[in-house]
Structure formats: C-alpha cells, structure tokens
C-alpha cells in the first residue's frame, strides 16, 4: 500500500507475502526527455526500520506493470527480486495512479523544456525530398491527447506536419481515429488536409462511414486550430534547429564525377567518341 506519493517521494508498504507489513521510503525519477516514449520509472527505496541499510534501485514498467532490468542505473539481481515483489504488491488503483502521475510529468516536460535543450534526429532526406509529414505525437509521444465524441462514438486525433524548409504551409493532415469502449485504438482512420488559418479542408482518405464534416466541426469547436498553428510552429523551429546542414549533407555524399576523356565513348550512348559529340 503507498501512504505517500507526493513530488518525487514514495512510502510503501507490503500489504502480503513474505515482507508483509515492511515499510519503506525513498524517491523515484522520471526520464526528462520530453522526446523519449519510454514507459519507466526509477524507484530508489530503503527499509523504514532504523536498524536496516539496504536500499533497493529498480525500474518498473508502469504501462506494462512490471520490473525492467535494464536502464541508466545498474539493476541487480537483489534489485530485480525486490521490484518483482513491489510489483506484484501495487493495487490496481495505485497502478493507475501512477500511469496518471507519469504521462502528467511527461505532459509537463513537453511544455516546458526550452526548444534549445531539445534534440531530435529528424529524417531531414525523407522531409526534404520525399515530402514525409512528421507526426507531432511521433515526436512528443506524451503530448497531451485530443480526444472527443461524437454522438456514441469516441475518437482521437492524429496530426501531422510538412516541415521542408522552403515550404510556407498552413496546413495539417489529420487523422481521426476512433477509440474502442476499453480505450484502444481501432477502427479505420478517416485523413484530412486541414487549413489551420482559415479552417478549410480537404479529404485526403475516408475509408469508415463517418460524417467528416461533423468531424470537423469538432476540431473548430474546441479550437485546436489554434493549437495546430502553435505546434506547427514548434515543429519547424526544432527541425530548424536540429537538422544537419541539408545541402552540405548532399554535397558530402555525392560521388566525384569522373571526367571523360576526349576519345572515350560518349556518356550520352550514341556510340561516338566523346570529342565528336557532347563535347
């Protein structure tokens, strides 16, 4: 049972099993990359009895809910028995309340880690050349989630972004995707281009029976036009900021052009020397 769980600190106690009735105290930690999808937490706990030294450092799954062995800090095998005890001891309730907790500490790196202290690999090829759309749950997997219903129906929202670097853009692709009544996400997906400035769309994939429209309208609705514009924004800036030199990059993986010489067949194939034709 936890009695307390507040900031960074933890007390629990074993309410079954072997260490039933055993108190303990200590912290946890979060991973503070707000690009990172990892689901851990870090739990650093000792005994509560004045005569007991042994601490315990462990990493629990708080979506899978159970211990991790691996992470920054070394686990070790005492580690993993304790965390494996820990787990099996955490009522449903407080499970929830940690996941809780999680995704609001993640919410809150997101919104508040200064763009400079971000790093993100983006796959600037694919952006600049294949006009790949970048998700912005792709990049910020905790990002606060755009869910809504719609009559009995419930969705959530997937949207995209176009940051190549000459593009001017106003636009998202959106895709709405609907949740099942145990929260998972099913169904086929409906996608849209949706203007962000002056709220006009287009379907782009409408593969469910949907009313788009009405879809729409709920998007306009809780004004989270407003919110793709600011994360548009964000996007580009980061891509900005954290691409490598693009057209350095291109230059450098070019292979030398080995030049022709006057009395070779022409590259162009027509079977004359080089001389007496491109020349």
Known sequence: MISVFDGDKIEFTFDAGKKKGEKYTGDFHICDSPTCSCTSI??????GRPDETEEFHFYIDVLKREPLETGIKAVTRKDMEFAGLFAKDISDEDWKEFYEFFKNVKKYIIDNTPLSKIQI????????????????????????????????ASYTIDDQYCLKTNC?????????????????????????????????????????????????????????HILFKERHKKLKTLYKMNKNDFKSAQKNSVAPVKKTGRNAPCPCGSGKKYKKCCM
Not at 122 to 148: C, K, Q, W
Not at 198 to 219: F, M, P, Q, Y
């Open 42 to 47: 870090l739990f650093n706990l000792k005994s």
């Open 121 to 152: 690999d983006f796959p600037a090829d694919s952006i600049e050349n294949h006009s790949r759309m970048v998700g912005y749950y792709e990049t910020f997997p905790y990002a606060e989630m755009l869910n809504f219903k719609l009559d009995d």
């Open 168 to 224: 001017s853009c106003k636009h998202t692709v959106i895709g709405f995707i609907p949740i099942s009544e145990d929260g998972e996400l099913n169904g086929k997906t409906d996608y849209i281009y949706f203007n962000y400035i002056n709220k006009t769309w287009e379907i782009e994939a409408h593969d469910s029976e949907a009313d788009i429209a009405r879809l729409v309208g709920k998007v306009i609705e809780n004004k989270w």
